[in-house]
């Protein structure tokens, strides 16, 4: 049996090949006809050629996704909330991976821009005004990057940091190193707002946002009396859990460790890392919906709530 076309969903549905396209790409028909021939569709297996779909409604059914570095389990994370809810809505997603390059980045946010129905941008890290120039507000949702005049989706980092820091506080730390970083990150800024007007905060130099980034940063904060440190995500953390091992300084002993994404490979960490969850999976699925108009409006920006987890990397006073 040859692949089912829409002749054949027209003629068991007992209407036109045009009524049958109206009714799967959201023309106008009546809503039992539509309901009817989505069925007939179903039951037949029809899957509409994308191509030939564009043309009749001037959409591709295909968006695009920006990630400054994919090899971060946190992009990948929120990548997966974005394809999944595509799926769900029949939408095919284009991933461009500008390895922290802001100029890449603009480049692709024009290529995808012309090639799809609406793009996602990640944490972009160029400057508000060139986002505003590059990006199209009708077809372009922010996620955890706040831009005024173009729609976002952010989480509550300053409610996150505060978290973590009133956590290390009630345990009895009264020195805590902050590794924080890339300066033209807007996550980052958020954090560095907050930290900034902390007592018990030393703040440390900024760092790569990589394991690596986390490895240099460990004899320099044991070059201070910090006896818990505090890093710009969970991949600094981990850096720093593997120079501290190699130290032999004891964690959370000698000094907690606290990160921040609670991506998957922070539970898994010896010990397993204490962190502020952010909702990855979530944030891109509420982008997408945004992006399509299903909620909210052009221009909106959503905020959704983080949370502390702690594990044994923290779990202790300082000794």
Not at 28 to 50: D, K, M, W
């Amino acid at each position: 049996m040859g692949r089912t076309t829409v002749q054949d969903v027209a003629r068991e549905a007992g209407v036109s090949v045009s009524t049958v396209s109206r009714a799967l790409t959201g023309g106008t028909v009546s809503a039992s006809t539509r309901e009817a021939v989505q069925a007939i569709a179903a039951r037949l297996g029809y899957q509409p050629n994308r191509a030939a779909r564009g043309l009749i409604t001037g959409r591709t059914g295909n968006l695009g996704l920006i990630v400054p570095d994919l090899r971060n389990p946190f992009f990948a994370e929120v990548a997966k909330g974005v394809t999944a809810r595509a799926r769900a809505v029949d939408y095919g997603v284009f991933i461009a991976d500008t390895d922290e390059d802001p100029v890449a980045e603009r480049e692709a946010l024009a290529s995808l821009g012309r090639n799809t129905d609406g793009v996602l941008l990640c944490s972009p890290r160029s400057p508000d005004a060139d986002l505003l120039k590059a990006a199209d507000p009708a077809t372009t949702v922010l996620l955890h990057r706040r831009v005024p005049g173009l729609s976002s989706v952010v989480a509550d980092i300053s409610d996150g940091i505060r978290q973590a820091v009133r956590h290390l506080i009630a345990l009895g730390h009264r020195r805590i190193a902050y590794v924080g970083g890339p300066e033209d990150s807007w996550a980052a800024r958020q954090r560095l707002a907050v930290l900034s007007g902390v007592p018990e905060v030393l703040l440390l130099d900024a760092v790569a946002p990589t394991f690596e980034g986390g490895l240099g940063a460990g004899d320099p904060v044991l070059a201070t009396p910090a006896t818990a440190v505090l890093a710009y995500n969970d991949l600094v953390a981990l850096g720093l859990l593997h120079r501290l091992a190699a130290r032999g300084v004891a964690v959370p002993e000698r000094i907690s460790v606290v990160g921040f994404d609670d991506v998957s490979l922070a539970a898994m960490s010896h010990p397993p890392l204490t962190s502020v969850a952010v909702p990855k999976h979530r944030s891109g699925s509420v982008g997408l919906d945004l992006l399509l108009g299903r909620t909210g409006a052009p221009g909106d920006q959503m905020i959704l709530p983080t949370s502390l987890v702690v594990r044994a990397s923290s779990d202790v006073p300082p000794s």
